[in-house]
């Protein structure tokens, strides 16, 4: 195994942080109660999920009230599209709309109530990964139900105007989801302001575990839950809180936001660096959405004439972990739907190699980065022309 | 000086994951790969080579072993090299051979090209034949011998290509699985059918795939080899020669399918004798060794586990060969494989077109 391995992976999972972590020690330890007990156990746990609810909420601009615990990014955006869409089909509003470069959850949530009789409607998107406005104002009219946009892409980091689109979906009665799983820390986030009515964070993007995430959802508005039990969550979310990863999700989200601005501006100099030093060595390198606003933490790449699964393997054996499209449960690496939505060519869309900046990212692992990458991309294109 | 990095193909079975744990014991810089080569819309479980599950067993045997593993995608090639092919040649009533076009077009080219991209000298997989001094030999298990299904692979890929199993019998790996710990696939059943037919009824890919209307799968004369009608048949994509299922009765000898005429859209029966070939026309052939010459005897198989028969090559033409056999041989089946051998070498082989039912003499050599 090479000696010092470097993580670019941030966007698929980030460490847990030492603060987050001690954080949570105490309620696998003594403070284990379950917050709907009325004994002292249950109170001390109660207390600290009530508090976690409070702080993630203050971090989103949000009351604790309209803070709703999940297992993750995914649950959240099921409970969005589809306790917004089967709250709202009665009265009349049938259409689902959304953006074709949305994170699986999404598409598979939309999908289903589209099963359920939804009218599914697509945005039209820049190449850059943008929505184009003109069809905003197209699709989303008085038939629609809910919509709902990413707000930084997960696999190029093209960044939605969310609070625009956000005030404009809104003056036509719909309901507005967002999914903000990347772009927690990212972008400015204030449920105070801005008109979403839904949001969605996940706590591994940032710091805390995995099987933790939340659901911002606007007081006032009616969902149906998923799951049917008992009342926590105010049966918006049955089954026994997860307190300790929502004490780690309150942590990681406040330590996430103080840091915010200098860690962006940590990230961005070293992505540019990246982007820069790449492209210094294989000029027909295609960084994609480089032309729209991007969060800083994400680099897609495309080198004519290689393929992503190739050259993974061969950058995790040199100890480098990117990723390449979506991942399908076996393991294999399908070309993502994301970059096809976006008409990139197929081949370049097989070639994608996307590297994701974060807490573990120096300025030396760009360095070897910038070394290791394109030696890499010169052997597969001479493999492929001599193949 | 850095170990040599060896690939190893390995779907989630005892015999490739032996193979893969006999290489690190070896000391070499293993890397484990499963190949996906299509999705079943549902799980079957226990299937070789590219269901979830054997995925899973892959990763957990190269977890075990302490080396990565990959999943590589090759979908869409075995989809149009293999399943394709596959298809069509049964539209034309021909008997595929699957495994065949699968090692030699989408598993051991694609493979090497895998193995060139991590700097891999070598690739590796679970079959039972051997290399020895750059030539494919039979497997050491007679009963187990898999180079019927290797034939086709390029000649360069040869000389990077390992087969650490080819040397046992499968009671042998089966002990080896046991003594290195590798617990989860022990005592895995063997894979006998087609990987992509999980049922083993292939009809229903032609199904699946063919027009309701094509004459593979329509209804059409049983006919004896003097061309009278003797029955009906529901597509003669669902015979193959030899098959006895499906043939009517009633005939003082017992009946098999001897051949199939797509033209007429005819299933031809006849008895065990007029199963007989005396000669095997073979297209698409590949040379492991450098090519034999017109006149040469040469041991051929022309089914999987068939025993070996001695024939001579009586024209040699390119890509196409034909083989008079010493003694007639039983359901020669155009679609199958003839794998030629010399003794343990493994010489090449072909596809056959056609059988002959009269020995060829050889042809009289200009002067």
């Not at chain 2, 005939?251 to 007429?264: N, T």
């Not at chain 2, 010459?293 to 024209?315: C, F, K, M, N």
Request: include cysteine.
């Amino acid at each position: 195994m090479p000696i010092d391995p470097i993580y670019l992976d941030h966007a698929a999972t980030t460490p847990v942080r030492e603060e987050v972590f001690e954080a949570m020690k105490p309620f696998f330890g003594p403070r284990f109660g379950n917050p709907s007990s009325t004994h002292r156990w249950g109170r001390e746990a109660r207390a600290a999920l009530d508090e976690a609810r409070e702080r993630v909420g203050r971090c989103l601009g949000a009351r604790a009230d309209e803070i709703c615990f999940t297992s993750g990014g995914t649950e959240a955006d099921n409970l969005a599209i589809l306790g917004a869409w089967r709250a709202l089909k009665a009265k009349g509003r049938t259409a689902v709309v959304t953006t074709p470069i949305e994170h699986k959850a999404i598409l598979g949530a939309v999908h289903q109530a589209a099963h359920e009789g939804a009218e599914e409607r697509f945005l039209g998107m820049t190449p850059d990964g943008v929505i184009d406005p003109a069809s905003f104002d197209e699709l989303v009219d008085e038939k629609v139900a809910v919509c709902s946009m990413m707000w930084v892409n997960n696999e190029i980091g093209s960044i939605q105007a969310v609070p625009e689109l956000s005030a404009k979906a809104k003056g036509r009665g719909a309901m507005v989801h967002t999914d903000a799983v990347q772009a927690f820390g990212k972008v400015t986030i204030d449920a105070q302001t801005q008109q979403f009515d839904f949001l969605t964070i996940s706590g591994h993007k940032f710091g805390a575990p995995k099987g933790i995430g939340a659901l911002f959802i606007r007081r006032g508005t009616h969902i149906e839950p998923l799951m049917h039990g008992g009342t926590q969550d105010r049966g918006r979310r049955p089954g026994t809180e997860n307190v300790a990863a929502a004490v780690g999700l309150a942590r990681a989200a406040e330590l996430t936001l103080a840091e915010g601005e200098a860690h962006c501006a940590r990230i961005r100099k070293l992505r540019d660096k990246l982007e820069a030093g790449i492209l210094a060595k294989i000029p027909d390198a295609v960084i994609h959405g480089r032309g729209a606003a991007r969060a800083p933490h994400i680099v897609n790449i495309s080198v004519p004439g290689t393929d992503s699964e190739s050259l993974l393997m061969a950058l995790d054996l040199r100890g480098i972990a990117a990723s390449g499209g979506s991942a399908c449960q076996s393991g294999s690496i399908d070309p993502s739907h994301v970059l096809t939505a976006l008409g990139v060519r197929p081949d370049l869309a097989s070639a994608a190699i996307r590297m994701s900046l974060g807490v573990l990212t120096t300025d030396q692992s760009i360095d070897r980065v910038i070394e290791i990458f394109p030696a890499l991309v010169a052997k597969a294109r001479q493999l492929a022309v001599a193949e | 000086m850095s170990r040599e990095r060896v690939l190893v193909a390995m779907s989630g079975g005892v015999d490739s994951s032996v193979a893969a744990a006999l290489l690190v014991e070896q000391g070499y810089d293993v890397v484990g790969a499963t190949m996906k080569l299509f999705c079943h819309g549902e799980d079957v479980p226990d299937r070789p080579c590219c269901s979830l599950d054997s995925v899973n067993d892959a990763r957990r045997v190269c977890e075990q072993l302490g080396i990565p593993h990959y999943v590589l995608n090759l979908e869409s090639r075995f989809g149009h090299d293999v399943v394709d092919n596959f298809v069509e040649e049964y539209a034309r009533g021909r008997t595929p051979i699957p495994c065949v076009r699968c090692n030699t077009f989408t598993k051991f080219r694609d493979f090497l090209k895998k193995a060139n991209a991590i700097d891999a000298q070598w690739i590796a997989t679970g079959h039972y034949a051997r290399v020895v001094d750059g030539e494919l030999r039979r497997g050491l298990d007679e009963n187990k011998d898999q180079t019927y299904f290797l034939w086709g692979i390029d000649c360069e890929v040869l000389s990077r290509m390992m087969l650490p199993v080819g040397g046992l019998d499968k009671a042998q790996t089966r002990a080896r699985a046991h003594a290195m710990g590798l617990e989860v696939i022990a005592e895995k059943p063997e894979s006998q059918e087609i990987c992509f037919v999980p049922d083993g009824d292939y009809t229903r890919i032609l199904e699946q795939r063919l027009p309701a209307d094509a004459p593979a799968l329509s209804r059409g004369p049983i006919i004896n080899s003097s061309g009278a009608i003797v029955g009906e048949h529901n597509g003669f994509a669902r015979y193959t020669i030899g098959q006895r299922r499906g043939v009517p009765g009633g005939f003082a000898h017992p009946m098999y399918v001897i051949a199939i005429r797509p033209e007429q859209r005819a299933v031809v029966i006849g008895t065990r004798d007029e199963l007989l070939g005396s000669g095997i026309i073979a297209r698409e052939v590949n040379w492991l060794t450098d090519a034999p010459s017109i006149g040469d005897q040469v041991s051929v198989r022309i089914r999987h586990r068939a025993p070996l028969a001695r024939a001579e090559i009586v024209r040699l033409n390119g890509q196409e060969i034909e083989l008079a056999l010493d003694e007639p041989v039983s359901a020669i089946t155009p679609g199958q494989s003839a794998v030629f051998y010399d003794g343990e070498r493994v010489l090449g082989g072909g596809f056959i077109e056609a059988s002959r039912s009269l020995r060829s003499a050889l042809p009289v050599l200009a002067a």
